[in-house]
């Protein structure tokens, strides 16, 4: 990166992204991450964003007993649940103008992995995760 250019949220986002209704069903959430290899997914009711899903959503709400001899009815339930019982609401939105700075301020202080760029309309146009940010960091020896 050139001195005084500072890299914006639109030159660093993934824009095509996977998306899930507020009742998309677990399993459909599951096999989309595992299918695509994607840690987030947004969830949006009528193209606004909604909330968010990440695996360690997806983790903390998947029993340990699931599936082993110990397991219960409410082991079992966890699996019938859907994405707005899953997803954590508001998440972090960024502008595709916001700075890598702000985005980095916001992951380092809300302890989080991604950011949702959004535009003036609150449509979501992409996702800027961690590892976006190190695919286009540049070391300096």
Known sequence: MSAGITMKANSLMTSKLKTVSMDTPFSTIQNLMETHN???LPVLDDDKVMGIISDRDLLRVLSPFFGTAGEMQRDID????VAH???TRQP???KPTDSVEVILAWLLRVDISCVLVVNSESKLEGIVTWRDLIKHAKFHI
């Open 92 to 94: 972090i939105c960024v």
């Open 38 to 40: 994607i840690h987030h």
């Open 78 to 81: 966890c699996i019938h649940k």
């Open 85 to 87: 019982q899953i997803m």
